[in-house]
Nanobody
Framework: QVQLIQSGGGLASPGGTLTLSCAAS???????TAWFRQAPGKEREFLAG???????????FYADSVKGRFTLSRESAKNTVNLQMSGLEPGDTAVYYC?????????????????WGQGAAVTVSS
């Protein structure tokens, strides 16, 4: 059973940068770490995914809504995936979640996730 612990989030100014982290308790299985967000009154939205395995290396993919602004990275030694968010806009205000999924599609369907982080609130406001 994979457990995901999130850190980061908070308040940012428009145009600012925030980084969210997702630390996993288990790396024995291969899965995609996906990031989602959910704004009040809206459905959970897929943002980005990253997967590493010895056959295909590291694969990253992004939703069009965040491509070029959000960047995924891995810290293998810490079993951590980071989501750096730059050029933040008020429309990015939401609760952000990381999740583990066996899928490798773009977008990742949130129903495919078998583990979720606890969520982190991000507010973009001047």
């Amino acid at each position: 059973q994979v457990q995901l612990i999130q850190s980061g989030g908070g308040l940012a100014s428009p145009g600012g940068t925030l980084t969210l982290s997702c630390a996993a308790s288990d790396t024995a299985i291969i899965y995609t770490t996906a990031w989602f967000r959910q704004a009040p009154g809206k459905e959970r939205e897929f943002l980005a995914g990253i997967r590493a395995d010895r056959w295909t290396g590291v694969t990253t993919f992004y939703a069009d809504s965040v491509k070029g602004r959000f960047t995924l990275s891995r810290e293998s030694a810490k079993n951590t995936v980071n989501l750096q968010m730059s050029g933040l806009e008020p429309g990015d205000t939401a609760v952000y979640y990381c999740a583990a999924s066996r899928d490798l599609t773009n977008p990742i369907d949130p129903r495919s996730a078998f583990a979720w982080g606890q969520g982190a609130a991000v507010t973009v406001s001047s």
